[in-house]
Structures are given as C-alpha cells and as structure tokens.
C-alpha cells in the first residue's frame, strides 16, 4: 500500500469498476428491497442537501445489498418544466432568437437536443458522490414509458369525475405567464407600506378607512368586510360605501375572518386577487372582478385611466389620484411578506384562470387511514402530524401550467368550446363519433410536473403493464425526502399510488433535516454561503471558489462582499478531502428530522479518520503478509487483548446495525467511529505489539494476533463499507485473501452479523483495568512534564487479589505501553517514595518524582506559565468589571468572556497544585 492516503487515486477506478461490472443491479435473489431516488431536476447540479439524502440512501442501499436482499435502487430525473423551459430561451436569446420565433414543435426539438447534450450533469455528479443505483434502468418523466403512464391517470381520473377544468385563483407569474406551486414561490420579509384609505359611506354620514400593501387591487374591490361582534361598526353591517376612484357601490359585510384588534378593523374584499378574500367572496356570494391581465396590467375591467398601466405603475397613480381626492388618510412604513417566483424573482400575483385541477378530496381520506393504520410510517414520527394537518385541510390541486416543456394535457376543443379527453385526437374521433368536419384544438397547457412525479414509485417500473419489476420491487421499502416536499410529493405519491396500484408506495418515509451553514444559516447564493459537494471532495482553489460563489450576482457591491467572506473564510480555498470523509460527514449529522449545520472542520476530522484507517490496514498488512495467520487450521491462541477486540468488534456491529436500521445514521457512525479509532487503532493495535514482538510469545499466541488483527479489520472495512464505499474497497481488495474471504466486490459480501456468544465480558473487565493503568500513568507524565520516553518505576498499593492477578497476567502490557521500568506491588503498610499519584477504582498508581525532572527548571517554567495566566485573568475579569462592556456587548460575547473566566480560574488552580507537589519534592 502506498504510504499516504490519496482518494482521487482510487475512487474514480473503483466506481468504474463497479458500474462496469453490473454490481448495481438487482440479484435476483432474497428479499426484495428497493428505493426510488427522490427525481433531481434534469437542469441541476448536486447541492448539499442532494448530496446528504443521496448519501443516506446509498447507505441503506449498500447495507441492505449486503445483507443478501434483493436490491434495487431506481434512478432517474425530473424534466423540470419551468427550470428546463428557462434554461434553453436562456440559450435561445444569447442567438437572438426566442421560442416563439421557432414555434412549439421546434422548440421542443431544442430541448430534447440540450437534455442530451447537458442534461446529464446531476448524474456524472451522482456518481463521484459514490451512489450505487442501477444506472441500467435510469427514467426521465418525459420517456416514452412515462408518457404513457401519465396519459393513462389523466384519462383515468377524468373519466371517473376527479379531473376538472375551472376558473379560480392561483399563483400567477407575471413573467413567465404561467400558474406555479406554493412550492416555487418564495416568500421573505421585505420593507413595504401599509396604505390607509377612506371609503365613503353611500348614505353620506361618514367613512370607513381601510388598510393595503396593494392599492391597485382597490380597482376590484367588491366588498369591505368586518368582524360581526365589533360593535364600532355592527350598525353599518349591510350598508354601501362608494369605492373611490369607480362608479360602484360595494356592500359592508361580516365575516368572522376579520381580525377587528388589527388596524381598524375593516377589510377591503378582493377576490379576483387574494386568496384569503376569494374565500370570503365565496361566503359571502360577492362579484369577482380581475382588473390585472396575464402580464399584470391593469385591465379593461379598471376605470379606463389605468388600463394598461403596470401593476407598480398603477399603485403610484391610484395613490396620488385618492391623495389628491382627501381619501388617503396616512402611510406607515411596513414590513411585509413578498411572494417572489423562485425562478423568474417577480412578485407573484394570486390570479383568477381557467386551469386543470384533481379532486384531491375523494383521495385524502384512504391516503390518510394508511398512515393511521402504521401501513405507512414516518421517521421522525411528528411529521405524521405535519401530513395530517395538509391532508384533512386538503385544497384541489392546480395540474395545469402554461408552458411548452412538460406532458401536454391530453384534451381537445371543438369551436364550441367543447372538452374531449383521449391519448390523441385520433382516439377522441373515434371515442366521441367526431367527424372530420369538425376542427380539433389541443390544449396548450401541460402538466404540473409534480403530477407526473406523483407515478414515480410505479411509473418506473413498467405500469400501466404488469411487469415483473412491479411485481417485485412495488411497494418500494422507504422514500427518504425533505419535510418542504410531504404534501407536493409524498402525500399525492400516495393518493395516486393507492387509487391506481391498490397498495402503498413505500412503507416508510424517511424525513431528513435542512442542511445549514456552519452558523446554522440556510445556504443561499445571496449570502455566499453554499457550498458544492463535488468541490469538497475534489478540492477548488481560492480564486475559483470565490468565482463560484459570486457567479450570476447582479450588484456588484454584493459580488465584493461574497468574495471578501469567501477569501475569510478559505483563504486557500478548499482542500480535496475525498469522498469517504464528506459522506461520512454526512452520516455523522443525520440525527432524524433536525437541521443539519454543516461545518468544514468536522470533514477535515475524518479525512483524518480515513488516514487513520489506511495507516491501521498498513500496519495490519506488514505484519501479516507472508505470515501464517491461522487460515490453514493450524494451533491458535487467542490473547487477552484479542479476545477483547473481538468481543467489542460483537457490540460494535450490533450498534452500527441498529442504527442503520433505525435511521440513526448518526449513532451508527458514532458506533464505528469510536470502535475503530478509540479501541481498535488506539488500543489494540498496541497491544498486538508486545505479543508480535516477544521472544516469549509461543508460535500459536502470534498467530492468534496476526489472525485477529486481520480478521477484525476486514470485518470493519465490511461494516464501514455503506458509509465510506471507496477506501473500504481499496483495502479490502488487498486484506480478504490473508482474512481467509473469497469474493470480487466488498459490495456484495455478506454484512456482519453480531455473534453474541463472542462478547467477552471477563475480557473487557480486564483489558479496561489495563487501560485505566496506562492512562493513569500518562496522565502523570503529562503533568509533570516528563518525557514519553522515560522508562519509569511504578508502585501500585491498596489493590485486592482481582488487581494483582490482573498485574500477574498482563505485566507485559503494562511494561510496554506505559513506557515502564518496573512495576513493584507495596505491601499492607510498605511506605512508597514521595510520588505522583493515579487512582484505578481503590488501586493507586503510584510514580515517584525524585531524580525524574529538574526541580528548579519546572518551578522556573510554571512560575512563568502562573505569572502569564494571572495576567490574562486579570485582563478578563477588568473587561467583566466594566458596565458599560456588560451592558451593551451581545450576550454571546458576554457569556464567551464568562467562560474563558472559568476556564482559565480552573487552569490556575491545577497549575498551583502541580507547582505545590514539584516543590515539595
């Protein structure tokens, strides 16, 4: 093995070598298993939240591959309707050519070309992170196959009543000129104004004033609305007010809606163009006037002096104009929440159109009896809660959007406006006796694609035909997602998976945490905070980080702060840490459901833990190779030390399995990490040494630990594999012949399996006594500052017969780890020299001082360590002393300063009492 750790070396061979060789298919054989990968966007690239659910399911997948079952986990993407739509007009106007200048069919054609061509990105990156799907198999929403499945629940849920075509609001962008889902409208905090107007009332006798952020939505108002017990206005409860700046009167109504604490407690009503208000407008029966069109302009339904203005262009006029009239009565600043499209960043209008939409409702109830029953279950449990509250306040669902990318909408119009739902237009002649006399129209719209991605745990697997994937494979074993995503997919993945198939999509649905920034702040392009997976694995120097992560800014001033923050926070850019160590990561954060605060110092720590292993299977192999390692059935015997690692290798794999099991990915590798690096590398490797080592050793006690450290370390490559694929590989590779193993992939040998009846726990109870001796004496030589070099003697008193059998047995150990000149027993009431003292339970561990250091020198160098101590005391305790400091600097700064106080009080003492033993010398 090479002397250095080098993953790039060995992580694109391996991977090759795996997809080469068809290890990611199923096997035919076992228990079936499988995983659908939650679609990536056929536009995107992997982000850190891709990469932690990515990992996380190739985890279960590798683990469960392991255990004999047969495994599969299905791969594809998302054609990503708005996100794909945008990307290729991008490439059209570099040309200067728009899409409606080539028209429908040749601009699809130039999709299809762009998704060949640079549509792959997502999964070339898929596999650098290492993930083991059956690439064989890989689906896109917009094949053939899928097209065809979606056809046929279109057809189906129209034909039995469930799909619908009506006029009703939904979040309109006004650049893209097409509806979107809650899920693409981001909302933030934005500083606005808050508009107070005066609505005379028809009889004359006065005003109500009324409160909006939107003043050009009063062009349709049709009511304003009041709490029916707010007696300021319980008298005016079925009179009119004139709307100002028309020539209509709107009636005063009542609706428990109304937060009458809030402003004045009178509403403006206007349903064409807020949700909430639609609602009320249905109540109540009111006239539903839209006054914007589809590039939100104010309309022909407006007072002529505004039609055709821009919305914001509007505002002003309308403002100034009831201004002028004396109606405007103040304007407060305000901050507000601001509905922008995720992808074009306009503000998002609540719009009223002619739109497909699915009666969710008939769906809702079975889809929420399979949770209730345990057929279906969440993990963590309390998002079955978040699923509940959306399935029992179910709202239809808007399937239409008005874009070319997509399934278009299976449905024809006569010139009547008549509505024929086929596959084709041919199939519509035939179904509905339609001559060819009578013109056909397609629709223009196509699918959500959150409707076609609802088929996903079936679609891919052959349905509508009855293939024997589908059979095997449905229902998948678990979906692991993020909670943003339970209603818009994994709800109606379940509605349509029991309408369609009978059964449940997944028994289990994995909820993973947000992943965050070090701070715990939401990585965004904005703050300068994202990182790239594929970046952490294979390094970026600063210059081409900071590139990155202020590509696409439109202010400059914003660009410069970005790349200020980027080159504090990675001066030299980002170092290659490999794929091992960034998964590993991962596993280590995925406590269930919480956020995920992602630090880059933590990866560091196992790209450590990586070159930890490397070195261990270095020292396992040098001593091992063309050595007798008891493979031939020849005499074995086992040591203390052997006997113990194999019994903590039992409780090992027993806690990693049931944190796989249970989706305590954190605990899991929590487990392995400290078997590995704490017992196994820190400890038993040293122990091995004083028995590879001795002349007294017999030939059956060496082959007992060459054996034993084999055996434990191909066992550990197996357990770590599902975490860290690569380096377990690699080293397996070169170990399993010598552990007596046969196979050609780690990836598909069997996973350990705990055998209780190796669990020692005699050998445990005595191999931690030997620790606490070792430790106690180290921690002596630590404080007085004696060299690890120095063979010391060492005394031991007041230890029963259990310690000196344990002495007895394991001296040699003793001699060697601790650096021991020799180990003497004091009997009942035999005085030791003046020595420093460790306690092993009732045993002391007794180190004498006198001729092991130079007193004056120590005294000399911990009075200089005293005197610079009191000094930083002091410095801290003035800064707590001062008021002003306390009061004004942030509580964090403050607390920080009160711990450092502790810390270092508790450093001076310790530092007293070791000059107070040295000197008493």
């Not at 780890?817 to 003046?834: D, K, M, V, Y």
């Amino acid at each position: 093995m090479d002397k250095t750790y080098q993953p790039q070396a060995l992580e694109t061979h391996w991977y090759e070598t795996w997809e080469a060789r068809g290890y990611f298919a199923p096997s035919g054989k076992g228990e079936p298993y499988s995983i659908m990968i939650p679609p990536p966007n056929v536009t995107g690239s992997l982000h850190m939240g891709h990469g932690f659910q990515e990992s996380i399911m190739d985890a279960l997948i590798r683990y469960h591959r392991m255990c004999g079952k047969n495994t599969l986990w299905q791969v594809g993407t998302d054609h990503a309707g708005i996100a794909t739509q945008m990307v290729v007009e991008r490439l059209l106007e570099t040309e200067g050519v728009s899409r409606h200048d080539l028209g429908r069919e040749k601009f699809i054609e130039k999709v299809w070309d762009w998704k060949h061509h640079s549509g792959g990105n997502i999964t070339r990156q898929l596999r650098r992170l290492g993930a083991s799907p059956d690439w064989s198999r890989e689906r896109f929403t917009m094949d053939d196959g899928f097209y065809k499945a979606v056809q046929e629940v279109f057809i189906k849920l129209y034909d039995d009543g469930l799909i619908y075509r009506g006029k009703r609001l939904v979040n309109w962008d006004p650049k893209l000129h097409t509806a979107i889902s809650d899920l693409e409208v981001i909302s933030e905090e934005e500083q606005g104004h808050l508009w107070h107007f005066r609505y005379p009332l028809s009889s004359g006798d006065g005003h109500l004033t009324v409160a909006t952020t939107r003043p050009e939505t009063m062009l349709g108002d049709t009511a304003v609305a009041v709490h029916p017990e707010d007696e300021r206005y319980r008298d005016l409860i079925g009179q009119t007010l004139k709307l100002p700046l028309t020539d209509r009167e709107i009636p005063i109504i009542a609706d428990d809606y109304v937060d009458r604490d809030f402003g004045t407690g009178c509403v403006k009503i206007t349903p064409a163009h807020d949700f909430n208000d639609y609602e009320m407008g249905q109540r109540h029966q009111l006239d539903v006037i839209n006054v914007l069109d589809a590039d939100a302009r104010i309309n022909a339904s407006a007072p002529a002096k505004y039609r055709g203005m821009d919305r914001f262009e509007a505002r002003k006029q309308v403002v100034a104009d009831l201004d002028q009239l004396g109606l405007l009565e103040k304007v407060d600043d305000h901050k507000l929440k601001v509905p922008r499209g995720d992808r074009s960043g306009v503000v998002i209008e609540p719009y009223l159109t002619y739109q497909w939409y699915v009666k969710t409702e008939p769906l809702a109830q079975e889809a929420i009896e399979k949770v209730e029953d345990g057929s279906i279950q969440f993990v963590p449990k309390q998002y079955a809660n978040m699923y509940f509250s959306w399935m029992r306040d179910i709202q239809d669902w808007c399937i239409s959007r008005q874009l070319w990318w997509g399934h278009r909408i299976p449905a024809w119009y006569d010139d009547q406006g008549e509505v024929y739902v086929g596959r084709d237009e041919a199939e519509v002649r035939r179904k509905h006796q339609l001559g060819d006399d009578i013109r056909l129209q397609q629709d223009e719209d196509v699918l959500d694609t959150w409707f076609s991605s609802g088929l996903w745990t079936f679609g891919t697997l052959g349905w509508p035909e009855q293939s024997p994937d589908l059979e095997t494979f449905h229902p998948s074993s678990v979906l692991v997602t993020a909670f943003d995503i339970i209603f818009f997919w994994v709800a109606r993945m379940i509605m349509l998976t029991l309408y369609f198939r009978k059964e449940i999509p997944f028994h289990t649905v994995y909820i993973t945490g947000l992943v965050r920034d070090g701070h715990g702040q939401k990585m965004s392009k904005s703050k300068g905070n994202v990182l790239d997976p594929i970046d952490l694995i294979d390094g970026i120097d600063l210059e081409a980080l900071v590139q990155k992560r202020s590509e696409g800014m439109m202010l400059p001033q914003l660009r410069n702060k970005i790349a200020a923050q980027t080159r504090k926070e990675f001066p030299e850019g980002l170092a290659p840490y490999g794929t091992d160590a960034l998964r590993y990561t991962y596993y280590s954060l995925a406590s269930t459901g919480r956020d995920i605060k992602f630090d880059v110092g933590r990866i560091e720590g196992f790209r450590n833990f990586c070159n930890k292993i490397w070195n261990a299977a270095r020292y396992v192999l040098m001593n091992t190779q063309d050595r007798d390692c008891g493979q031939d059935g020849g005499a074995v015997e086992l040591s203390l030390a052997d006997r113990w690692i194999i019994s903590r290798l039992q409780q090992a794999e027993q806690a990693v399995t049931e944190g796989i099991e249970t989706y305590r990915f954190d605990l899991a590798s929590q487990a392995l990490y400290e078997f590995v690096w704490n017992e196994y590398c820190d400890w038993y490797l040293e122990l091995s040494k004083p028995m590879l080592w001795s002349d007294t050793a017999s030939d059956a006690q060496k082959t007992g630990t060459r054996r034993t450290l084999i055996r434990v370390l191909e066992t550990v490559l197996r357990l770590a594999h599902p975490f860290m694929p690569f380096i377990t590989e690699e080293i397996w590779q070169r170990v399993k012949t010598l552990a007596g193993v046969e196979g050609d992939s780690i990836m598909l040998a069997p996973y350990p399996v705990a055998d209780v009846d190796k669990i020692d726990q005699a050998a445990t109870a005595d191999i931690e006594w030997v620790k606490k001796v070792i430790i106690a004496v180290r921690n002596i030589r630590g404080e007085m500052n004696i060299s690890p070099a120095k063979a010391l003697p060492v005394y031991f008193q007041n230890g029963g017969a259990g310690d000196q059998r344990r002495l007895q047995e394991n001296r040699q150990f003793l001699l060697k780890l601790a650096s021991l000149e020799s180990i003497t027993w004091l009997a009942q009431g035999e005085q030791a020299p003046l020595s420093a003292t460790g306690l092993v339970d009732d045993m002391e561990v007794l180190v004498p001082m006198s001729g092991l250091i130079d007193k004056d020198a120590e005294l000399a160098r911990l009075d200089r360590e005293l005197d610079k101590l009191n000094k930083d005391l002091a410095r801290v305790q003035g800064k707590l002393s001062n008021s002003k400091f306390v009061d004004k600097a942030p509580e964090a700064v403050v607390q920080k300063e009160r711990d450092k106080l502790a810390e270092m009080r508790g450093a001076l003492g310790k530092l007293k009492e070791q000059r107070g033993k040295i000197a008493s010398l």
